[in-house]
């Protein structure tokens, strides 16, 4: 008989992640705020739960993907959350974007309770999560990543499945890559704007870096999205901001000097300011454009 | 009976350059301010030159690869330089990384007296001018460059070799390769930085954003730099700075804003007083490094 995973929070990443674990054959008991992509789940063979304790009931592995730290605490810590009915074994797969803090303060919680908690954020987006080749960085305990791993495997490209070290690390990288990110999104456009200001073409630009030490992945496809003029998500830009939101944080937590993430986050402000949030997270490159006086 | 070509400039990046055309069955005339480097040519075969303007009544076809403007302007518009004695229908191709508006004006001198000048400069460091494989952009007459074409497919990659438009157009693109470079290089080390000091291993970081669409060519090889702490050049960092020069002038000329690029600029200028110029310019990782206190 096939495992029972709970699944909770179907949001544009969390639904498709979903459902690839039901094609691949588990059983699956899901939650989550808007009832429609539950009907959704439901109509493709899930459980519906009321509460995330009722998740927690019917599942001794759960998975959780919802949007910030306070909404992780609110599903796992909060009135009928997960740790209220938590089955000893139990091991919880946090694969939301929060603090690393915060990651670490409630694994200590689940293991208090009786239970593992792994902290799994992803990236590659809603393609990613759509074909399953999410790359997914792992921290936490060994062997319950060990378990995890043929699960999360479904939902991520194996070979891009990173067990980082403890609890948290796997919040700290995936705020790294934020980082790395963010910065290189923003000096792309701007090394984009200054050949469209010197009247280059910027399409040629892009593709002769892209055959030297400039490549890189921001540079092949959000550069494509700058030159383009087109944002459509992808990735939104408000979840990006949340995400430095908790580099900055974290930065100043462990006294780390970071003047070009500074610089990136002050863009995403103008960027959100201008009323992007919505847009995909390459928009910022608008926002360095706009700067110049470009359209 | 094979071409001619005549080859100004014999460092770290011209001197291998020059030997690949001599193995693909050119012949040389070839000037330098060391007379070392021109030893080692001539004792393969080239003819030496005493000065530039040597160079020119030897040779329509010349290739000049110096550190900086008024180094170009010095073997091409000085005294004994090539103008002085430019034959009817030769090529200049211009291999250095200078300012695009000095490559525009050198263009128009060679034009008024019957040549042509491409300017050509390259990225793939010194193991790129050895194998052959660097990356050309190319600005200026699309003739000429069809002419100078197989030359440089000798010392580039013939995929990667680009012609982006009118003279000028290939220094600007490099440019923004230099910014693209220095901009990913900084927020690189500044996530690798986070990680050393959350105590969460930096290498394994590394990997997992390998994976991901934080994923460079700067993370790969420069980012591996930082965390062995070799910073053997390579590209040396004071080039680099002549570079970032060049590009904050030319960003100020055609008002365009680039913050990040800015914030970098200063970084390279507190790895100068750190007294790295001599090492390869991944060592702006150990200034970012610095700032936190990490060794």
Do not use: W
């Amino acid at each position: 008989m096939s495992q029972t995973i709970g699944f909770i929070g179907l949001g544009l990443m969390g639904r498709p992640m979903a459902k690839n674990l039901l094609k691949a054959g588990y059983k699956l008991v899901v939650n989550s705020r808007s009832q429609g992509p539950v009907d959704d789940l439901v109509s493709s063979g899930a459980v519906r739960a009321i509460t995330p304790a009722d998740v927690a009931r019917q599942a001794t592995c759960i998975i959780t993907m919802v949007p910030d730290s306070p909404d992780v605490e609110l599903v796992l810590d909060g009135p009928n959350g997960v740790f209220t009915a938590l089955q000893p074994g139990t091991i919880i797969i946090d694969m939301s974007s929060i603090a690393p803090g915060v990651a670490r303060r409630l694994a200590d919680r689940a293991n208090a309770l009786g239970g593992t908690m792994l902290d799994a954020p992803v990236s590659g987006g809603d393609i990613g999560a759509i074909n399953g080749t999410l790359s997914i960085m792992v921290g936490g305990d060994a062997a319950a990543f060990a378990k995890a791993k043929p699960i999360l495997d479904v939902m991520g490209n194996p070979e891009k499945i990173v067990h980082i070290g403890e609890s948290g690390s796997g919040q700290l990288c995936k705020l790294c890559n934020q980082m790395v990110i963010g910065g290189t999104l923003v000096v792309v456009a701007e090394a984009l704007a200054l050949a469209k200001k010197a009247g280059v073409d910027a399409g040629k630009v892009r593709e002769a870096l892209l055959g030297g030490f400039a490549q890189s992945r921001v540079l092949e496809v959000h550069g494509d999205r700058a030159l383009k003029n087109t944002y459509k998500p992808g990735f939104y830009t408000h979840l990006f901001a949340k995400d430095m939101r908790n580099v900055v944080a974290t930065l100043a937590e462990h006294e780390t000097a970071a003047p070009v993430t500074a610089v990136v986050q002050q863009l995403l402000h103008a960027t959100m300011a201008a009323g992007r949030g919505n847009d995909d997270n390459s928009v910022m490159a608008k926002t360095v454009f706009d700067m110049s006086g470009l359209k």
